[in-house]
């Protein structure tokens, strides 16, 4: 029998070392070497092993008809919007999220659909008794929905028993981070363990053509536990997000070999589970408040569908030595380029002042083109210029101040006017999309030091405190007097 080898793991990216130390060179985390057999021992003698011949197989030329690839709706359509129209056959799908996000909710209600409809769901916990998933099947108001569930976490005994009669359709095997397998030596839930049973597991779905979905914990930072190559091995890789003081919860494609990718679909977390919103634009919008300086409505795109969301902006005199900057559900690093061209181009002095930055309703918002929107937040906020009601922004902002234009303009366009929004701010280039058409009177610019003059040229003077926190840092907050002048602190001092 073949010696064990044993190695040091680390259990965030699967690096391994020779022996143990306290930080992972790979990924620079702390503690998190495991001591693991990673030999892959296998029952065969290496002397049958070295002997033996591969077989042959058939090869295929690029001209062969190939049709698309059949699916099964799963009756819930933000879920099939995210998939691509459905679960493919033989297809493993990667579910993660938070603790308490709503993954097993989600795909109890999903298999329970699935159920009532005909086809035979599996549903097989490994963290939760069966009992505790009857008490929320009953909560949801899906007890008599027929899914098959169990309690296992061999996957030996899982593929045993899903092999016994008909195939199923849909499989949901929560957590894959408590699977176990013999092949390997090692405790549930390390890298090792992980990668093994989603490969057996994978396996199985290739072979028998049952639609298999995995749900795997995160870490800290939002990541999806365990080896990246498991993300590699799967389909589709799908992330369940959403801030807890929120009942709004967002289904985002990461990955996904049949359909788009950045794709999202938006529910609503309630005491009879989760609720499909099939307009999000309108939910994201229906506590605004209007006429406050430092909201803009950003027109934004998630995956093919046009998504408009309110930036909040904060700026306030800061105490500190270094002003704070503190930003939920957009890049900071973003925010903190937006910052620097504002400064250098547009005379806008932030470094005296705090900046508090937020995306409404829980979104994390990634595209660039959401630029414009964040800087017109920005300046409403330091102006104490409250920005029009009716317009929505949307530009990607470059080093130099330009507007650069950003793909899907008329869709942005459509829905804004479809919410009732009668003007857009918009970069030069994209003059001419379809905006006359939806209905909406557009406002190309060309740089961004037009748009902070036009905002600065509205603001008013604030309480005594905030003058005197601006007066520190060199200006006042005197209103303008000409539609192009702009308060003294916006001004660009020359040398």
Not at 80 to 95: E, I
Not at 129 to 135: D, E, S
Not at 396 to 424: D, I, Y
Request: hydrophobic share 40%.
């Amino acid at each position: 029998m073949a010696k064990a080898t044993l190695s040091f793991v680390c259990q965030n990216c699967g690096a391994a070392y020779n022996r143990w130390q306290g930080k992972c060179e790979s990924c620079g985390e702390w503690n998190t070497l495991v001591e693991e057999d990673v030999s892959g021992a296998s029952s065969v003698p290496a002397s049958i092993r070295s002997k033996r011949k591969g077989r042959l197989f058939a090869l295929e030329s690029l001209a062969g008809e190939s049709r698309d690839a059949p699916r099964l709706p799963t009756g819930m359509a933000e879920l099939d919007r995210v998939t691509g129209g459905g679960f493919v056959p033989g297809s493993v799908l990667l579910v993660g999220g938070d603790p308490g996000i709503g993954k097993s909710t989600l795909l109890t209600q999903a298999t329970s659909v699935l159920a009532s409809a005909g086809h035979r769901t599996v549903y097989i916990s490994g963290e939760e008794a069966i009992a505790q998933v009857r008490l929320r099947a009953a909560r949801l108001g899906l007890a008599k929905a027929p899914v098959q569930l169990a309690a296992e976490t061999s996957v030996e005994d899982i593929i045993a028993t899903l092999s016994d009669g008909e195939t199923p359709r849909l499989i949901v095997i929560d957590s894959i981070q408590t699977m176990w397998t013999d092949t390997v030596e090692s405790a549930p839930g390390t890298v090792t363990q992980v990668r093994a049973s989603a490969q057996a597991l994978i396996r199985f779905a290739k072979k028998s053509g049952a639609t298999v979905i995995l749900v795997g914990h995160v870490t800290k930072d939002g990541q999806i536990a365990g080896p990246r190559v498991v993300e590699h091995m799967v389909d589709a890789v799908l992330s369940f997000e959403g801030e807890g003081s929120q009942q709004f919860r967002i289904l985002r494609s990461v990955k996904n070999r049949f359909g788009p990718t950045d794709e999202i679909g938006v529910f609503e977390m309630t005491g009879l589970g989760l609720r499909e919103v099939t307009n999000p634009s309108e939910l994201f919008l229906s506590e605004r408040d209007l006429g406050s300086p430092g909201t803009a409505v950003f027109a934004g795109m998630e995956g093919t569908r046009p998504v408009l969301v309110e930036l909040q902006a904060l700026v306030a005199p800061t105490s500190l030595g270094t002003p704070r900057r503190a930003v939920v559900g957009w890049d900071s690093s973003r925010l903190s380029m937006v910052l620097a061209v504002l400064e250098a181009h547009c005379g806008v002095k932030l470094s005296g002042y705090d900046v508090y930055f937020n995306v409404a309703g829980g979104l994390r918002i990634q595209e660039p083109a959401a630029d414009l929107a964040a800087a017109a937040a920005l300046v409403s906020s330091l102006a104490n210029a409250p920005l029009p009601t009716d317009a929505v922004y949307f530009g990607e902002v470059s080093l130099s101040g330009a507007v650069r234009p950003v793909a899907q303009a008329s869709m942005r366009l459509k829905e804004a006017a479809k919410l009732g929004f009668g003007r857009a701010v918009l970069p030069e280039a994209a003059r001419g999309d379809s905006g006359g058409d939806a209905g909406l009177s557009l406002n190309p610019i060309g740089g961004l030091s037009s748009l902070v003059a036009d905002i600065a040229a509205r603001g008013t003077p604030r309480a005594a405190t905030r003058d005197r926190g601006a007066d520190e840092n060199g200006g006042t907050h005197a209103t303008a007097s000409g539609k192009n002048a702009a308060p003294p602190r916006f001004r660009r001092q020359e040398s």
